[in-house]
């Protein structure tokens, strides 16, 4: 099993950019899927984007698409979420989460193991 930690949250005006890593211990990291998803006050956690576990595909939430970008290094068992102009309705915390074998999915209940979450918020 594998798991994730999160790192990078913070602070940033509307338009700005943070860049969010996963180190992801314990586990054959190449064999997972890694996701990430997000969960704001009130509301469900939602998915935000994925990354096949052989890197082919990539998979974003239609709020997201143009603005964020996921990508993995596996020699460093950590995977990046790159977001540039952030919007306020982006404020939520950021969770990583791996999915063995995994297909992209963007229902949360296919995901295995989960980190913490980062806080990222985004002022107007």
């Known amino acids: 099993q594998v798991q994730p930690v999160e790192s990078g949250g913070g602070l940033v005006q509307a338009g700005g950019s943070l860049r969010l890593s996963c180190a992801a211990s314990?586990?054959?990291?190449?064999?997972?899927?890694m996701g990430w998803f997000r969960q704001a006050p009130g509301k469900e956690r939602e998915f935000v984007a994925g990354?096949?576990?052989?890197?082919?595909?990539?998979y974003y939430a239609d709020s997201v698409k143009g603005r964020f970008t996921i990508s993995r290094d596996n020699a460093l068992n950590t995977v990046y979420l790159q977001m540039n102009s952030l919007k306020p309705e982006d404020t939520a915390v950021y969770y990583c989460?791996?999915?063995?074998w995994g297909t992209g999915s963007s229902n949360p209940g296919e995901y295995d193991y989960w980190g913490q979450g980062t806080q990222v918020t985004v002022s107007s």
């Open positions: 314990g586990g054959s990291f190449s064999r997972y899927t």
């Open positions: 990354i096949h576990w052989a890197a082919k595909n990539t």
């Open positions: 989460a791996a999915d063995l």
